[in-house]
């Protein structure tokens, strides 16, 4: 007997179990590993989200016509919808409360940090500015003073005009054409 036989599927590693068919539709164990259940769970489920929905749209519809026709409802109906209007507000206010702290530290740190990192770029634009024109100053009053400083002649002006001390623009290169 020189031949080799394989029972199982190729590929499946020891003791891995198989959810699957080979059409690729699931087993009862992968349906139920993957939580799709059986067709009436499946079934139920889709009811069940298709009567919330209804619901919804249903009271959504109600408040619309009580709210067109407040003359028609009855004192009972009146207060059980102004009962629930006040809960709901209620649950609301409680619910923004709970949140309140979180978000009112979060703002207070943002705009600490927003303040402080608009100041910092501030006044380095401003020191930058400040420093280029007291540097200009001071270098133009020294070379009053008889000192050497380059870039200013003796009597305070820019060697190469009375420009402050800025370079004059480059002239834009021509095109040679050919």
Do not use: C
Request: charge should be positive.
């Amino acid at each position: 007997m020189s031949e080799l036989y394989h029972h199982g599927i190729k590929g499946q590693k020891w003791g891995v179990r198989r959810y699957q068919n080979q059409d690729g539709s699931y087993t009862d164990e992968g349906r139920r590993r993957r939580g799709f259940g059986s067709f009436e769970d499946r079934r139920a489920r889709r009811e069940q989200k298709r009567n919330e929905k209804l619901m919804r749209k249903q009271v959504k519809e109600d408040r619309k016509w009580a709210q067109k026709n407040r003359a028609l409802l009855t004192d009972a109906e009146l207060n059980a919808r102004i009962n629930r209007l006040q809960k709901e507000k209620q649950f609301n206010d409680l619910s923004k409360q709970d949140i309140a702290p979180g978000k009112e530290k979060t703002l207070s740190l943002i705009d600490k940090y927003a303040n402080q990192a608009a100041g910092a770029i501030v006044g380095a634009a401003v020191s930058g500015t400040i420093g280029i024109a007291i540097s200009a100053h001071t270098n133009r009053e020294l070379a009053k003073k008889g000192y050497h400083v380059k870039g200013y002649d003796e009597n305070g002006n820019t060697s190469k005009g009375n420009n402050g001390g800025q370079q004059p623009p480059k002239p834009k290169p021509t095109q040679l054409s050919m």
